[in-house]
C-alpha cells in the first residue's frame, strides 16, 4: 500500500493544534529568564529567578514531598495494578471481566472533584489526618485504574498457547508468572508506571481537597503563589517541572524500545 500524502488542511490543522498546546508553555519558559520581573516587556537575560528558587527552602521541601508522593503512589499503584490486571485478564466469563473493567473505567473518567470530595468525606469520617498519608493514598487510589488500562491490553495481546506450553514443559504458576506472563507484560508495566508517576505529579484537584496543615505538593503550592500575583519564580518552577517532565517521556521511550518482545522462551 502506498503512502498518501497529507493534505494542507490537515498539516494545518496539526501547527494549529501544537500552537495552542506549546505556546503558552514556551512563553512561559521565555519569561522566566526576564529581568523586568514581569510577562509584559522583556528587558533582558537572567538567572535571577532560578536562585530565588533554589534558595527557597521552602518550596524545594515541597518539591521532595512532591516528587516522594509520585514515586510512592506510582510505585504502590503499579504492584496493586499488575496484580487487578491479571485478576481481570484471569477470568473467563466474558460478562465478569467486562463489568469488571468498566467498573474500573468509571474511575477514570469520573470528575476530580467528585473524587477529591469523597476521599476528604471518607477520611473524615474515618478519622485520618489530613496530610502525607491521605494525599498517598488518595493518588494510590486514581492511579491503579491507570495502570490496569495500561497493563490489561499486553495481557490481552498474549497468546493463550504461551501459558500453555510453559505447564505442558513442567513450569509452576510462580514460574509461568515470572518467567512468561510479567516479561510480555514489561512494556504496559512501564506504560502504567510513568502514567501514574505523571498523573501523581500533575494532579491538582484531588491534592486539593486531601492535603492538610503542614503538608502540601506543587500544583497546590503553584496555585496559592499565582493567586497572590504574578512572580516569575513560578514561571522558573513551571520551566524545571516542564523539563523534567520531557526526561520522563525520553527514559520511558527508551524504556519502551529495549523492551519491545522479540520473541518469547520459555526456560525450565
Given at each position: 500500500?502506498?503512502?498518501?500524502?497529507?493534505?494542507?488542511?490537515?498539516?494545518?490543522?496539526?501547527?494549529?493544534?501544537?500552537?495552542?498546546?506549546?505556546?503558552?508553555?514556551?512563553?512561559?519558559?521565555?519569561y522566566?529568564?526576564?529581568?523586568?520581573?514581569?510577562?509584559?516587556?522583556?528587558?533582558?537575560?537572567?538567572?535571577?529567578?532560578y536562585?530565588?528558587?533554589?534558595?527557597d527552602?521552602?518550596?524545594?521541601?515541597?518539591?521532595?514531598?512532591?516528587?516522594?508522593?509520585?514515586?510512592?503512589?506510582?510505585?504502590?499503584?503499579?504492584?496493586?495494578?499488575?496484580?487487578?490486571?491479571?485478576?481481570?485478564?484471569?477470568?473467563k466469563?466474558?460478562?465478569?471481566?467486562?463489568?469488571?473493567?468498566?467498573?474500573?473505567?468509571?474511575?477514570?473518567?469520573?470528575?476530580?472533584?467528585?473524587?477529591?470530595?469523597?476521599?476528604?468525606?471518607?477520611?473524615?469520617?474515618?478519622?485520618?489526618?489530613?496530610?502525607?498519608?491521605?494525599?498517598?493514598?488518595?493518588?494510590?487510589?486514581?492511579?491503579?485504574?491507570?495502570?490496569?488500562?495500561?497493563?490489561?491490553?499486553?495481557?490481552?495481546?498474549?497468546?493463550?498457547?504461551?501459558?500453555?506450553?510453559?505447564?505442558?514443559?513442567?513450569?509452576?504458576?510462580w514460574?509461568?508468572?515470572?518467567?512468561?506472563?510479567?516479561?510480555?507484560?514489561t512494556?504496559?508495566?512501564?506504560a502504567?508506571f510513568?502514567?501514574?508517576l505523571?498523573?501523581?505529579?500533575?494532579?491538582?484537584?484531588?491534592?486539593?481537597?486531601?492535603?492538610?496543615n503542614?503538608?502540601?505538593?506543587?500544583?497546590?503550592?503553584?496555585?496559592?503563589?499565582?493567586?497572590?500575583?504574578?512572580?516569575?519564580?513560578i514561571?522558573?518552577?513551571?520551566?524545571?517541572?516542564?523539563?523534567?517532565?520531557?526526561?520522563?517521556?525520553?527514559?520511558?521511550?527508551?524504556?519502551?524500545v529495549?523492551?519491545?518482545?522479540?520473541g518469547?522462551?520459555v526456560?525450565?
Amino acid at each position: 500500500m502506498g503512502n498518501r500524502k497529507t493534505s494542507p488542511l490537515s498539516t494545518l490543522f496539526l501547527v494549529l493544534i501544537f500552537a495552542i498546546l506549546y505556546l503558552p508553555i514556551f512563553f512561559l519558559v521565555f519569561y522566566s529568564f526576564n529581568s523586568g520581573g514581569s510577562m509584559y516587556d522583556f528587558e533582558s537575560f537572567t538567572l535571577e529567578w532560578y536562585r530565588e528558587l533554589f534558595a527557597d527552602t521552602r518550596l524545594l521541601i515541597i518539591v521532595l514531598n512532591t516528587l516522594l508522593i509520585a514515586l510512592l503512589s506510582a510505585l504502590i499503584s503499579t504492584i496493586i495494578g499488575v496484580m487487578g490486571a491479571i485478576a481481570i485478564y484471569s477470568f473467563k466469563n466474558r460478562r465478569t471481566k467486562s463489568t469488571l473493567l468498566s467498573l474500573n473505567n468509571v474511575l477514570i473518567v469520573s470528575p476530580d472533584v467528585i473524587i477529591g470530595a469523597s476521599f476528604l468525606i471518607l477520611f473524615t469520617m474515618a478519622g485520618i489526618k489530613l496530610g502525607m498519608y491521605s494525599v498517598l493514598l488518595s493518588h494510590i487510589a486514581f492511579c491503579v485504574p491507570i495502570v490496569v488500562l495500561m497493563v490489561l491490553p499486553k495481557l490481552l495481546e498474549m497468546s493463550p498457547t504461551l501459558i500453555d506450553a510453559a505447564h505442558d514443559l513442567g513450569a509452576s504458576r510462580w514460574d509461568v508468572m515470572r518467567k512468561v506472563v510479567l516479561p510480555y507484560i514489561t512494556p504496559g508495566i512501564f506504560a502504567g508506571f510513568f502514567m501514574a508517576l505523571t498523573y501523581s505529579l500533575d494532579d491538582f484537584a484531588v491534592t486539593f481537597f486531601v492535603t492538610g496543615n503542614g503538608f502540601t505538593t506543587l500544583s497546590v503550592e503553584i496555585y496559592s503563589l499565582a493567586r497572590r500575583g504574578i512572580a516569575l519564580n513560578i514561571n522558573a518552577l513551571s520551566t524545571l517541572l516542564f523539563l523534567f517532565t520531557i526526561v520522563l517521556v525520553i527514559v520511558y521511550y527508551f524504556i519502551t524500545v529495549r523492551n519491545k518482545p522479540t520473541g518469547m522462551g520459555v526456560r525450565r
